[in-house]
């Protein structure tokens, strides 16, 4: 018998399935297997070589104390800065928070905000790490499926529906992870006009993947259509995707004062500040040169091109070409009901992906762990190589299910 019991919260909380896939491939090739790992978002790129020096010169510098809870003066002037040059949003360094990671400024913000009872939209399919975060902090996720017609966005009916008296928040991340979904100008001024109507709403907006974009012009950021809503909208951002600098741990929140403020009471009590030598790499990553940014971008691009092409030439497989982020994200329901060459049923997107791995030695992750079941997400996060040729495997192991 265990000398403790769990927590509640901990009982509860749900495993991640990109860290359960990503483990499970690492197993297998450090068996010898040949695996072409497609499971986790992490730039295949390094860190680029001016931040990593801007971080050796800081531990030169002796930058190597505490720092303030909520991010440097420095870090939070670059934020401002990268917030008005890039986004055309106003603000100051006083209205932002630094975290450990865009993932910890989100905890912070449903932390500071929920009690239970409350309920988060979370439109499906999701970054799995909404809704235990939710969980975690005694709130209510409320799932709501989007459909491959609908480009994976909500729609006014179904937003409409899921909105009650107890709704304290509306998660949107865009370029999304898994979908690779974009919410547009039209799309935001629906969320604009459904959300005024509804003042117990916040709005987060997770933009991790916002350089990460293959349509020919961004759409405008959401504050351009609804800058009414300003009071209520925490706007996430971090380094790790755009930088290659998800070993770090840097991401920051830009929101109404009060919030930012309650978030560091939060954050005071756990971490305090982050690391006084990532934030100093993430002043120059936020100032310096970006030409690079573009560069990786074509790169991933290229490769979600190689993947939309060998995936949708498979009878059976259908997917919506993502217009940002680091994944494919595919429907196998075409495939389900079919038998493996040694007889075994695909009954279920895990047994698809399942299959995947042993007979083609490609690693993905079931659609289940996002919310939409009949599914399978794949990074381009891979060099264009194994992306090549994850894609020819896959339509060879297809090929061979009857
Ligand atoms: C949608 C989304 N938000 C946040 C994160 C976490 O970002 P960070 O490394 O800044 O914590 C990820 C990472 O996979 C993500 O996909």
């Given at each position: 018998m265990s000398a403790f019991t769990l927590s509640r919260r901990v009982s509860q909380a749900g495993f991640s399935p990109n860290a359960a896939a990503s483990q499970r491939a690492k197993q297998l090739k450090a068996q010898g297997r040949d695996i072409l790992d497609l499971t986790i978002g992490e730039p295949d790129f390094e860190t680029p070589d001016h931040i990593k020096a801007a971080a050796v010169q800081a531990l030169a510098n002796g930058d190597t104390r505490y720092t303030p809870t909520l991010g440097t003066a420095a870090l939070r002037a670059a934020i401002s800065a990268k917030l008005a040059r890039e986004n055309q949003l106003n603000f100051p360094p006083a209205q932002i928070a630094v975290g450990n990671g865009a993932?910890?400024?989100i905890f912070n913000a449903f932390a500071a905000t929920l009690d239970p009872g409350h309920?988060?939209?979370?439109?499906a399919p999701f970054y799995p790490s909404f809704p235990e975060m939710v969980s975690l902090n005694d709130g209510k996720p409320v799932i709501v499926p989007t459909r491959a017609e609908d480009g994976f966005k909500l729609t006014r009916a179904s937003l409409e529906a899921a909105i009650t008296p107890r709704t304290r928040w509306l998660v949107i991340n865009s370029p999304s992870n898994p979908s690779g979904a974009v919410y547009?100008?039209?799309?935001?001024?629906?969320?604009?006009?459904?959300?005024r109507a509804h003042p117990q709403v916040l709005l987060l907006?997770?933009?991790?993947?916002?350089h990460i974009l293959f349509t020919d012009t961004p759409p405008p950021h959401f504050l351009h259509v609804a800058q009414d809503l300003v009071e209520r909208v925490l706007v996430v951002n971090g380094v790790s995707k755009t930088y290659a600098?998800?070993?770090w741990r840097v991401g920051y929140g830009a929101g109404p004062a009060a919030l930012i403020?309650?978030?560091?009471?939060?954050?005071?009590?756990s971490t305090s500040g982050a690391s006084s030598i990532s934030q100093a790499a993430a002043v120059t990553a936020l100032g310096g040169d970006q030409s690079f940014?573009?560069?990786r971008t074509a790169a991933y691009r290229a490769r979600r091109n190689i993947l939309v092409k060998g995936l949708t030439a498979i009878e059976g497989i259908e997917l919506q070409p993502p217009e940002g982020g680091l994944f494919v994200f595919s429907s196998c329901k075409g495939l389900l009901g079919k038998s493996t060459p040694d007889g075994k049923k695909i009954a279920t997107d895990e047994d698809f992906v399942e299959y995947?791995?042993?007979s083609a030695g490609v690693a993905g992750i079931a659609g289940s762990g996002y919310g939409l079941p009949g599914h399978f997400r794949l990074s381009i996060a891979a060099s264009t190589e194994s992306v090549s040729v994850a894609s020819a495997r896959i339509a060879d192991a297809v090929a061979r299910l009857s």
């Open positions: 993932k910890q400024v309920e988060v939209i979370i439109p547009g100008r039209d799309d935001l001024l629906m969320l604009a006009e459904v959300l907006l997770d933009e991790v993947y916002e600098m998800t070993g403020q309650a978030m560091g009471v939060i954050q005071v009590q940014v573009k560069e995947l791995l042993e």
